[in-house]
């Protein structure tokens, strides 16, 4: 006898001992009168099926007695009088076409089964239970539960429903409370025999609700009742329609990964390819989109993108708004729908909630998507309305802002002005993004500039007593950006005991950097503080070098040779630079390294050009960000004069106009005029 064929006999015997047949009630999936499904020329149920042979579904909890519930992994869920359990696969017959049950598990007396049967004869449907009066009546997840003991009636997935929507309306600590109550509660049992029951004549919605409220209320998925629920929505996948397809996504996001539950994903991604067009209502669309899942094949992404570009005249607010949200956890970045999502939000930009400026911009940055118009519409709106902004929502949406790369210059000066004027709203957290935020993107304004330091620098003073090693170091990094070195923080940081325990502890390589940064400034910038870094360093690897061979044929053609300039010349306190050119002193003439003479002579002019990908500027502007102004800042102190080159515009440039701008950088002005004769052109 086969393994399959053993397997399917231990199952029947197991059922047969727990469902005397003396005692069952049966209820026919027909009984309730369900309306007929138009089915697709093939079953979708039987694909999904396939998938589910024994010995590849997960295990399932199969509960005897009065317990339905495990005490799961994490010690959250726990039953009393659970006596044994064994561990089989999902096969087919864990959902039989008729439903046996033990009259004694059954939470329905021999009354309410009569009448039920009696229903069921005449075709006609129980007196549903409404879920909004469960929920009214109710305020707690045991009221529910006594309210389902007393009286059950259809559907029950109305009580797991009201419970769900209960809990979300509590604290975390009193949901917690709640749910142990629940799991321990003797009809929560009764209640989930009553669900599976109803599994094969519940509406598809229900079934779908029931499932999706058990999952957050944190009924472990590999139990019984949730299994078999997702069994029957396998089974019955072909009477979705549009509404059940946004419950269903949503669902499956709620759900943990799974081989049940991937099988599931495919089912929907199947039937959301066949019904994208008869889609109707927009809500549903970015719902199904949201939910889908970022490896959704692209040619289903680009049918969702097309379906949402022909909807965009029935576009409300809300609708562009969400669209954001949607494109970014569906990963699709469609230019177009963004751009068109864009003009709407700008033009309503007036009374839009925090959360969702939030959700925008987040989801700008994970779809590195850049648009100037939305983002100075953002911050001109927060700047014009700054007093009604709280300072913590000001400091999260320049966060988003700096992980973007812009710099809303209006919007800084404004907050700026704030702190110097009101420097005891800051606190730890505070000090730390701000300084981050301003120092990232090299901002300052003027006067306020060395106040506004001296405020932050102040408040961190006051936070040494409970701040950590690794926070502190970021933020006097942060200053050492901005060229301002706050005496007490650095005397703390300084200590052996704080730098070995950076060195032992935490993200060792991004500490020695910045700790390499910090030595650096102490010994090239003009501080109060004279004291190097004492400990010895592990060297930091060496910066990546380029080759920039655009730029390197351009310098060859401009001054004359190879000996004329030189490639990747590394530089005390790990600086590199892409090219060094030699010249004299009134940078109007290009000396070759190859001169002795030269080399040694007092009276040169050292000019490093560095080649600047667009990711060190700010976004849309010139403007250098934190660390590449140190950098130009520590050059200058050495000696050389920079020239910034921009790669990206080098490299759409053609070759006489890429010669005629470096040369311009790199000469002085009233040089210019004398410097034709060291020109040599290969044209």
Not at 77 to 98: E, I, N, W
Not at 288 to 303: F, H, S
Not at 535 to 563: A, C, F, H, M, W
């Amino acid at each position: 006898m086969s393994n399959k064929a053993s397997s399917l006999l231990w199952n029947l015997k197991r059922f047969s001992t727990l469902i005397p047949r003396s005692k069952t009630l049966r209820l026919h999936p027909l009984g309730f009168c369900r309306p007929k499904i138009v089915h697709l020329s093939w079953n979708l149920r039987n694909l999904l099926l396939n998938d589910f042979d024994v010995g590849r579904g997960p295990p399932v909890r199969y509960l005897f007695h009065d317990a339905f519930i495990l005490k799961a992994d994490d010690g959250c869920a726990q039953t009393k009088g659970l006596h044994s359990a064994a561990d089989f696969r999902v096969d087919r017959m864990l959902c039989p076409r008729r439903l046996s049950f033990d009259s004694k598990h059954s939470l329905v007396s021999d009354r309410t089964v009569t009448s039920n049967e009696g229903m069921l004869s005449k075709g006609i449907r129980p007196t549903p239970v409404s879920r909004r009066k469960v929920f009214e009546q109710c305020n707690s997840l045991s009221d529910v539960l006594d309210m389902f003991s007393k009286a059950p009636t259809f559907p029950s997935s109305n009580y797991f429903s009201a419970m769900w929507t209960i809990a979300k309306r509590m604290s975390d600590d009193q949901k917690r409370f709640e749910k142990q109550l629940m799991f321990s509660h003797p009809a929560f049992n009764h209640l989930c025999e009553q669900v599976m029951r109803e599994a094969k004549i519940m509406h598809y919605d229900h079934l779908l609700f029931s499932l999706h409220a058990m999952v957050k209320l944190g009924v472990p998925q590999n139990t019984l009742v949730v299994q078999t629920l997702l069994r029957m929505i396998q089974e019955r996948i072909n009477e979705c329609d549009e509404r059940s397809l946004s419950i269903l996504s949503t669902l499956l996001e709620a759900m943990e990964p799974c081989n049940n539950v991937h099988v599931l994903r495919a089912g929907l991604r199947i039937l959301v390819d066949q019904k994208i067009w008869k889609i109707e209502r927009v809500f549903t669309l970015q719902t199904v989109m949201k939910y889908i899942g970022k490896d959704t094949p692209v040619a289903l992404k680009k049918k969702l993108e097309m379906k949402a570009l022909r909807e965009l005249d029935r576009f409300s607010l809300l609708n562009s708004q969400r669209m954001f949200e949607v494109l970014a956890a569906m990963d699709h970045r469609s230019v177009v729908l963004l751009d068109e999502c864009s003009k709407m939000v700008i033009d309503n930009i007036h009374g839009c909630p925090f959360k969702i400026l939030m959700n925008i911009l987040q989801s700008c940055k994970d779809l590195q998507y850049r648009n100037l118009d939305l983002f100075k519409g953002i911050a001109d709106y927060v700047t014009t309305t700054f007093d009604v902004w709280k300072l913590k929502q000001v400091i999260f949406l320049l966060i988003s802002f700096e992980n973007l790369g812009f710099r809303p210059v209006d919007l800084m000066d404004m907050l700026m002005k704030k702190i110097v004027e009101e420097p005891k709203c800051l606190n730890t957290k505070n000090i730390l993004s701000i300084i981050h935020v301003y120092s990232s993107l090299n901002h300052c304004s003027g006067n306020q500039n060395k106040e506004f330091l001296e405020v932050m620098a102040s408040g961190l003073t006051g936070c040494l007593h409970h701040i950590s090693s690794e926070n502190l170091l970021n933020a006097v990094y942060s200053f050492c950006l901005m060229n301002y070195f706050p005496l007490a923080p650095a005397n703390q940081l300084l200590q052996k005991g704080v730098i070995n325990e950076l060195l032992t502890s935490g993200d060792r390589e991004k500490n020695v950097h910045k700790l390499h940064v910090l030595d650096t400034c102490l010994k090239l910038d003009e501080t109060a503080y004279h004291k190097a870094i004492d400990i010895q360093l592990p060297q930091p690897p060496l910066p990546p070098s380029y080759p920039n061979t655009k730029v390197s044929e351009v310098l060859r053609s401009l001054l004359g040779g190879d000996e004329c300039f030189l490639k990747n010349v590394q530089l005390p306190h790990n600086y590199c630079i892409d090219f060094e050119i030699r010249m004299d002193s009134n940078r109007s003439q290009v000396l070759s390294f190859s001169d002795t003479d030269v080399t040694s002579a007092t009276h040169i002019q050292r000019v490093a050009v560095l080649c600047i990908p667009r990711s060190l500027y700010c976004w849309n502007s010139s403007h250098p960000k934190g660390f590449l102004a140190m950098k130009m800042r520590h050059l200058n102190i050495m000696g050389f004069h920079v020239v910034l080159v921009h790669n990206w515009e080098i490299e759409k440039l053609k070759m006489e106009d890429a010669v005629s701008l470096l040369k311009t950088k790199i000469y002085s002005v009233e040089a210019l005029p004398t410097s034709d004769v060291n020109l040599q052109s290969t044209y």
